[in-house]
T-cell receptor
């Protein structure tokens, strides 16, 4: 069945550091790919998406490119802020259903 | 615009007791989801409603879990009887049917079964 694998956390960075959170997926066909973010005390919210191979999703300085050849959708940001501290979930969508990874906690210190 | 509302936020019960969770989705969203989130895991779908119809309940443990969405708006998820392994966060989300991957999540109900 469909599955999503994310790098283990927590990822601990200093402010203005470069961020990469790895995500790979297993699925037949051509799923859509997503990153959701959960800030402390809040519900998950959609951060960015890509619906086909080579698409790049971007939002709030975050980017991820849908790489079909490596079945990956890694999340990147050039310069993180303390306010980016949250849990990040990679997800794939097929047949109107989302399958989530386990989440990666990001902690950014001043 | 109000987000997805869930109540209660926290619930502690003894095993074998019943428990119910309530969700009010975003106005106009015809699709509603209930997810289970265990500690350190991502959300796992329990049931999906299109209006008042449950269109995917394949992952709902029907021996003890039930759900309803009367009038296609609010929804209730029930567990009876609860087991120790049911301790988790129960998330509700909603979306427009035509954009089902852009889901809006509530803050969740944290259930502890003792």
């Amino acid at each position: 069945g469909d599955s999503v694998t994310q790098m283990e956390g927590p990822v601990t960075l200093s402010e203005e550091a470069f961020l990469t959170i790895n995500c790979t997926y297993t699925a037949t066909g051509y799923p859509s790919l997503f990153w959701y973010v959960q800030y402390p005390g809040e519900g998950l919210q959609l951060l960015l998406k890509a619906t086909k191979a080579d698409d790049k999703g971007s939002n709030k300085g975050f980017e991820a490119t849908y790489r079909k050849e490596t079945t990956s959708f890694h999340l990147e940001k050039g310069s993180v802020q303390v306010s980016d501290s949250a849990v990040y979930f990679c997800a794939l969508g097929r047949y109107s259903t989302l399958t989530f990874g386990k989440g990666t906690m990001l902690l950014v210190s001043p | 615009e109000a987000g997805v509302v869930q109540s209660p936020r926290y619930k502690i019960i003894e095993k074998k007791q019943p428990v119910a969770f309530w969700c009010n989705p975003i106005s106009g969203h015809n699709t509603l989801y209930w997810y289970l989130q265990n500690l350190g895991q991502g959300p796992e779908l329990l049931i999906r409603y299109e209006n008042e119809e449950a269109v995917d309940d394949s992952q709902l443990p029907k021996d003890r879990f039930s759900a309803e969405r009367l009038k296609g708006v609010d929804s209730t998820l029930k567990i009876q009887p609860a087991e120790l392994g049911d301790s988790a966060v129960y998330l509700c989300a909603s979306s427009f049917r035509d954009n089902s991957y852009e889901q809006y999540f509530g803050p969740g109900t944290r259930l502890t079964v003792t």
